[in-house]
């Protein structure tokens, strides 16, 4: 077995906790073969003593697997190789994009696209010059949400142009596919995609480009964590458990590849429900919640109807700031179901005023 075929073995050694493998990764420092003995040199930059442990169990495991040495040695390099993590902070990707903002949970349903729209256009009510990327590539919604059925055109070396929504330079899947057409595509189609609409798409100058992430860690967040600097990322969740547990799992992929969790999002938090009452009454309680009742009858109630808390749990444990607890609300969901955000539609609505603070908290954590 020649220096060439070994190469190619330690390509199928992935580092652990990652998807790249360790020739990538560059620690394969030299390889040394005579007769049947092998002398293998890795530069391994980690401090944590288990997990070189673990590459060299993997890598002598695969090795010894051959057959093709009676001898094999595995030998530490000086020097600094590209780490996981410093290859995960790729340069800048996107010319002319000052930040780019991840809008990311763990789990389906928490409202995460939906915040997402409404934080874009409140970034632009800002002042600011904002794209907008949907990066779910199997459920894109950005067509539902912001009203939009037309097709991007293309330049004439065939980059695709943002469709401009107020303003708002945008980009899904969906205008691509049609929001009808189910897409099924193994691993590898899906990271081209993804790389595709950072690379092949004239997003031009702007202070924030907003991606919209699918639910979970897979590859489009790999793709996106090794293509691409993130200047920040928020956590959106529900506040029960069942979320909570999924949107841990994507919130510490963000701190494993070093991108800064600017904070967490408590969506669905609670249920206002206020209305005046005729007549005479001394007390009132609905679902069990005491409620204040003025003289003039008129009364005011939050139903925690998801439970209470976990958004605050989760920034705690993340020592980030709760950005924000944003309630259930038929206005906002009307807005979203009739392809015009809130954030946009009535500016001056609670939900919209709670949104806007948000986008005011981004611009001082990511003020240069």
């Known amino acids: 077995m020649n220096q060439s075929e070994v190469l190619e073995i330690l390509k199928t050694v992935q580092y652990p906790g990652f998807s790249r493998d360790i020739v990538s990764f560059g620690m394969v420092d030299n390889i040394q073969i005579k007769d049947k003995s092998l002398i293998l040199t890795l530069k391994l930059s980690t401090q944590q003593k288990d997990k070189k442990e673990v590459v060299v169990k993997l890598v002598k495991e695969k090795l010894e697997s051959t057959g093709a040495f009676d001898s094999i040695r595995i030998e530490s390099a000086e020097g600094a190789p590209t780490s996981p993590q410093a290859a995960a902070q790729i340069p800048q990707a996107l010319p002319g994009v000052k930040h780019v903002l991840a ?13 997402a729209a409404n934080l874009a256009c409140a970034l632009k009510n800002l002042g600011n010059e904002v794209g907008l990327l949907d990066l779910d590539i199997y459920g894109p919604s950005l067509p539902i949400i912001l009203g939009i059925s037309e097709q991007p055109k293309t330049t004439e070396d065939r980059k695709l142009i943002p469709i401009d929504y107020n303003g708002i330079k945008v980009m899904s899947f969906g205008f691509i596919s049609g929001n009808e057409t ?18 092949d798409v004239e997003w031009g100058a702007l202070d924030y480009l907003v991606l919209d992430l699918p639910p979970g860690t897979g590859d489009v967040q790999l793709t996106l964590t090794q293509k691409l600097r993130i ?6 969740t529900t506040p029960q458990d069942i979320a909570l547990a999924d949107v841990r799992k994507g919130a510490d992929m963000f701190r494993k590849v070093q991108a800064p969790i600017l904070g967490v999002i408590e969506n669905m938090s609670g249920f206002n429900v206020s209305g005046k009452i005729e007549g005479e009454i001394h007390s009132l309680s609905i ?26 749990e989760e920034s705690k444990r993340l020592d980030v700031p709760l950005l924000a607890e944003i309630p259930l609300a038929q206005e906002l969901m009307e807005t979203t179901d009739s392809g015009k955000p809130i954030t946009l539609s009535n500016s001056d609505s609670p939900i919209s005023r709670i949104i806007t603070e948000v986008a005011r908290k981004v611009e001082l954590q990511l003020e240069d």
Do not use: Y
């Open 287 to 312: 679902e069990g919640n005491n409620v204040d009742v003025d003289e003039d009858g008129n009364f005011s109630v939050r139903m925690n109807v998801f439970k209470k808390g976990g958004g605050l």
């Open 182 to 199: 189910p897409t099924i595509w193994r691993g590898p189609l899906v990271s081209r995609m993804t790389e595709q609409f950072f690379r």
């Open 103 to 115: 809008v990311a949970s763990g789990k389906g349903g928490v409202g995460k696209s939906t915040f």
């Open 231 to 236: 200047s920040g990322a928020i956590i959106v």
